[in-house]
């Protein structure tokens, strides 16, 4: 059992930056890829970037240059900053972890948090 947690969010002015976290926490064994997706009203949902445990990233065309994705395995956190932020990133954020859990050793799955509105004023 895996609970991800997200905080960030809110709102704010095109042009602003906004940070986002998600911090893991359950019968963690390990912790492989984690990453952000976010579905906007009526769209479907996107991956928005992600990091391997080795630190390869990913991500979106439309976010490259303006977000950065980072983790920190020993708090089982993933962060985003998100900077010079236009409308149209407006959206519902949501984190994702591929896990190893203890109770069940070998098997992965993915997690996911319940994600956090931001919103973008133009």
């Known amino acids: 059992q895996v609970q991800l947690v997200e905080s960030g969010g809110g709102l704010v002015q095109a042009g602003g930056s906004l940070r986002l976290s998600c911090a893991a926490s359950?019968?963690?064994?390990?912790?492989?890829?984690m990453g952000w997706y976010r579905q906007a009203p009526g769209k479907q949902r996107e991956l928005v970037a992600a990091?391997?445990?080795?630190?390869?990233?990913n991500y979106a065309d439309s976010v490259k240059g303006r977000f950065t994705i980072s983790r920190d395995n020993a708090k089982n956190t993933v962060y985003l900053q998100m900077s010079s932020l236009k409308p149209e990133d407006t959206a519902v954020y949501y984190c994702?972890?591929?896990?190893?859990?203890?109770?069940?050793?070998?098997?992965?799955?993915?997690?996911w948090g319940q994600g956090t509105q931001v919103t973008v004023s133009s």
């Open positions: 359950g019968s963690i064994f390990s912790i492989n890829t």
């Open positions: 990091v391997t445990r080795g630190g390869t990233t």
């Open positions: 994702t972890m591929t896990v190893q859990t203890i109770t069940i050793p070998k098997t992965t799955y993915p997690y």
